[in-house]
């Protein structure tokens, strides 16, 4: 009888292992997970007329002007969290005077950082 519940209870476990294991990140959305952190960390200098838009051209109304990057070119590279600019800038991977947001304010959370990370990974659509 016992050795009949420990077998039930050692199945239950590998199978919480097991689907534990498998889980794949949940799909990060631009509307719902990334616009909102763009909007309250960065948004106020990169919209036309702000120090970080007449510095570099990089506009942050909206998905296409995000996807358009720069003066000089995209700063978001779908898949590839690694090269993006952007990811390196907010991730500390640059020149500290170009950490962002930029000067004295406050880096983003990990948590807010692993999201845009994750979003660029999975392709960085308008989703
Ligand atoms: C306090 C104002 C300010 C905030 C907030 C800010 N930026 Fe910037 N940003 C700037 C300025 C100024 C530049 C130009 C820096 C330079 O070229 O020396 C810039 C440049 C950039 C660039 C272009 C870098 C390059 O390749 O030349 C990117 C990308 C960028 N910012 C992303 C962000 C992101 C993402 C956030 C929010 C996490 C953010 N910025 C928040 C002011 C800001």
Sequence with gaps: MSRILLCGVVAA???????????T???VSYAKDVAPILEKRCKSCHSPGQPGYVASG???QGYESLMKGTR???????GDPLTSTLVMLIEG??????KMPHGT???????????IR????QGAKNN
Aim: a negative charge; charged letters at 15%; one cysteine or more.
């Design 13 to 23: 476990l590998s199978a919480l292992l097991l689907v534990g294991c498998q889980r």
């Design 72 to 78: 000089y070119g995209a700063v978001v590279l779908p």
């Design 105 to 115: 304010e406050a880096p983003l959370s990990a948590a807010e950082i692993g999201t």
């Design 93 to 98: 991977r640059a020149d500290p005077s170009l």
């Design 118 to 121: 994750h979003w660029v990974e």
């Design 25 to 27: 990140p949940a799909t």
């Design 58 to 60: 990089f506009d942050l």
